[in-house]
């Protein structure tokens, strides 16, 4: 089926430093989201973007974070600078609509960040 | 709040018994959200099992089913056979407005022969 390929699977960083996240989306799908999942929590939505914009964002998408997909090239989250409690696994998903009534997300396996 | 509560695992049961794995939401935000159940397989990413977008209906698939219960706000998922291979982490999750997603936290499934 289709697949979401995300870069790194793990990332190892110091405190203040800023990382990118890589999400290469299914490839005719035009809403793309982030959540975030901390070690024995549930998993929980970031934001969402479509056409070049931010739809939706959470109270966890602090000011920090940014997402953007340049060119219709990776969809990116960037954390810049970084902090402890961003520790986490980042999941990517891509729909090819958006809207309350399908569902049909499709997910990566997830970057795993680790900020020391 | 929104929030989603499932059976807490690891959930192990042997090859073709039957299965339940429990699911209660809490929907504040609104009416009538529509449900999943997802699944990840060992390395793969999370994926879609079923969903079903209407109170009282049921969904199925692969064998799965769960039914959306308004007045107990339940979704629970159903087997009557699992298989080895039903061997993952299964979550059920609600849709809030623009594909928002709210998960549980997650259940663990281990069949074993």
């Known amino acids: 089926g289709p697949k979401v390929l995300q870069i790194p699977s793990h990332q190892i960083i110091d405190m203040g430093q800023m990382v990118t996240l890589n999400c290469d989306p299914v490839?005719?799908?035009?809403?793309f989201y982030w959540y975030k999942q901390i070690l024995g929590q549930q998993m929980e939505f970031l934001v969402n973007?479509?056409?070049?914009?931010?739809?939706?964002k959470s109270k966890l998408f602090k000011d920090q974070f940014s997402v953007e997909r340049p060119d219709g090239s990776y969809f990116t989250l960037k954390i810049q600078p970084t902090a402890l409690e961003d520790s986490a696994v980042y999941f990517c998903?891509?729909?090819?609509?958006?809207?309350?009534?399908?569902?049909?997300?499709?997910f990566g396996e997830g970057s795993k960040l680790t900020v020391l | 709040g929104d929030s989603v509560t499932q059976t807490e695992g690891p959930v192990t049961v042997s090859e073709s018994e039957s299965l339940i794995i429990n699911c209660t939401y809490s929907?504040?935000?609104?009416?009538?959200?529509?449900l999943f159940w997802y699944v990840r397989y060992p390395g793969e990413g999370l994926q879609l099992l079923l969903k079903?977008?209407?109170?009282?209906q049921k969904g199925s698939s692969r064998g799965f089913e769960a039914t959306y219960n308004k007045e107990t706000t339940s979704f629970h998922l159903q087997k009557a056979s699992v298989q080895e291979s039903d061997s993952a982490v299964y979550y059920c999750?609600?849709?809030?407005?623009?594909?928002?997603?709210?998960f549980g936290q997650g259940t663990i499934l281990k069949v074993y022969l």
């Open positions: 998903a891509s729909s090819l609509y958006g809207g309350q009534d399908t569902g049909q997300l499709y």
């Open positions: 490839s005719n799908h035009l809403y």
């Open positions: 973007f479509y056409n070049g914009k931010v739809m939706e």
């Open positions: 929907a504040t935000s609104i009416a009538y959200p529509n």
């Open positions: 079903v977008i209407t109170a009282g």
């Open positions: 999750a609600l849709a809030l407005s623009g594909q928002k997603l709210v």
